[in-house]
């Protein structure tokens, strides 16, 4: 006999896998490993961070040594193509199963990561490299950026602090409502941290390849096992 024939509900099916919470703050792990690829092995340029990406613009037109123009402008035109594809996405899987669409998004992300990890394996050290490096990452940091967003998990955006640490000082945690998040804003800080670190240390030590085949790794295992639920 059915379920609909006995009148029960079965297993909710979005409910199945890791919470989205969990999800995205490992998902912050792979952001600091990310930008650390890019800022300390890719000239000084974020995939990742947006937010720093228009500062390093602005340092790269203004001269600075260190700092280059066009691959900080690639990196901003990628991760605008790959948020654009984000938000397409979104669209087609309004109103459906959130699961579902946290696991393409993350499959996508991870096909992206692990194309510029062989890229990196196969070429390194040359200008082509630095640049697919740079396009690869950046498409699939803004495909993310735009699932994120749209998913509405709050405190949790994976690539950006500064609302999370202002909500950390300023919101009193002895309060109903916000101020109630505070593990979830300092777990994001410490996973950011922990990923940045961590990327740095495989940066220095092991080049680009391994960092971003991490990267790629623990974004796959989250799109098998991401559930729909925050």
């Known amino acids: ?10 297993p909710d099916p979005e409910a199945r896998g890791i919470r989205l919470v969990l999800v ?19 000239g000084h340029v974020f995939t990742a961070n947006m937010t720093g990406n228009v500062v390093v613009l602005g340092f790269a037109m203004a001269g600075a040594p260190g700092f280059s123009v066009p691959h900080t402008a690639t990196s901003l035109a990628c991760f605008l193509i790959g948020a654009h594809i984000g938000g397409r996405v979104a669209t087609r899987f309004k109103g459906g199963s959130r699961r579902t669409w946290a696991r393409a998004t993350l499959g996508a992300e991870a096909v992206l990561v692990a194309a510029a990890a062989a890229v990196a394996f196969a ?5 082509g490299t630095t640049d697919a490096l740079i396009g690869l990452t950046a498409i699939a940091m803004g495909l993310r950026n735009a699932t994120v967003r749209r998913l509405g998990v709050a405190d949790l955006t994976t690539t950006i602090l500064t609302m ?5 000082a300023s919101d009193d945690p002895r309060a109903e409502g916000p101020g109630r998040r505070s593990p979830r804003r ?15 240390l495989l940066v220095r030590h092991h080049g680009l390849g391994i960092p971003l085949l ?5 974004s796959a295992a ?3 096992l991401a559930s729909g639920r925050d």
């Open 1 to 10: 006999m059915t379920t609909a024939e006995t009148g029960t509900t079965g």
């Open 24 to 42: 995205l703050l490992l998902l912050t792990v792979v952001s600091g490993l990310i930008d650390a690829v890019s800022y300390l092995g890719l």
């Open 123 to 127: 070429e390194p050290h040359t200008d």
């Open 164 to 168: 999370t640490l202002t909500g950390l």
């Open 186 to 200: 300092v777990g994001a800080v410490v996973a950011m941290l922990v990923g940045a670190a961590g990327g740095g």
């Open 214 to 218: 991490v990267a790629a790794v623990a």
């Open 222 to 224: 989250l799109a098998v």
